[in-house]
Antibody, heavy 114, light 112 residues
Framework: EVQLVQSGGGLVEPGGSLRLSCAAS????????MNWVRQAPGKGLEWVGR??????????EYAAPVKGRFTISSDDSKSTLFLEMNSLKAEDTAVYYC?????WGQGTLVTVSS | DIVMTQTPLSLSVTPGQPASISCKSS???????????FYWYLQKPGQPPQLLIY???SRFSGVPDRFSGSGSGTDFTLKISRVEAEDVGVYYC?????????FGGGTKVEIK
């Protein structure tokens, strides 16, 4: 059974950085289509970016609002997906989810505020 | 970007009655490989979304058969044959045919 357990998140000042983790069991992140999706408070779902499986190049793709500021990576030895977020803005405040196909992490809240 | 438009915004349903949600995409979702990467999710209060339907009409593991998906091109529908109390929440459609992946605005389903 696939399980995704997230960690990281919290309160950060504008311009700051944060790293989210998504520990996977039942899959190896580098062998799956791994996505990050976020949900601002009371709002709908917004795709953030994805990591392609190794046999599809293992490259990353990002939504326009986060491109150049966010980086997705994985560590096979830890079976973990990461989302490195830099130059954070107030509008990045949201619950962030990692997911692959039908499996979602529990979500982690990121609040960007001074 | 492909815009996904869901209707209605909200739905109040009597238990045991059917319900239907529509999702229209601004572009056709059929990929050159012959697949249509269109999905339906349900987000129950305080939980992450859960996958109901993938590739237009395939039910995900464990999803009750009262849920069904149909459609093609730019028009898609989720039907619940007999709504149950546990079906409350916000339903989202999503396309993964073209980047960026995009979601509909959501349809909130309540029980009368």
């Amino acid at each position: 059974e696939v399980q995704l357990v997230q960690s990281g998140g919290g309160l950060v000042e504008p311009g700051g950085s944060l790293r989210l983790s998504c520990a996977a069991s039942g899959i190896t992140p580098s062998n799956a289509w791994m996505n990050w999706v976020r949900q601002a408070p009371g709002k709908g779902l917004e795709w953030v970016g994805r990591l392609r499986p190794r046999n599809y190049g293992g490259t990353t793709e990002y939504a326009a609002p986060v491109k150049g500021r966010f980086t997705i990576s994985s560590d096979d030895s830890k079976s973990t997906l990461f989302l490195e977020m830099n130059s954070l803005k107030a509008e990045d405040t949201a619950v962030y989810y990692c997911l692959t196909f039908g499996y979602w992490g529990q979500g982690t809240l990121v609040t960007v505020s001074s | 970007d492909i815009v996904m438009t869901q209707t209605p915004l909200s739905l109040s349903v009597t238990p045991g009655q059917p319900a239907s949600i529509s999702c229209k995409s601004s572009q056709r979702l059929l990929q050159s490989g012959g697949k249509t990467f269109f999905y339906w999710y349900l987000q129950k209060p305080g939980q992450p979304p859960q996958l109901l339907i993938y590739e237009v009409s395939s039910r995900f593991s464990g999803v009750p058969d009262r849920f069904s998906g149909s459609g093609s091109g730019t028009d898609f529908t989720l039907k619940i044959s007999r709504v149950e109390a546990e079906d409350v929440g916000v339903y989202y459609c999503m396309q993964a045919t073209q980047l960026p992946l995009t979601f509909g605005g959501g349809t909130k389903v309540e029980i009368k």
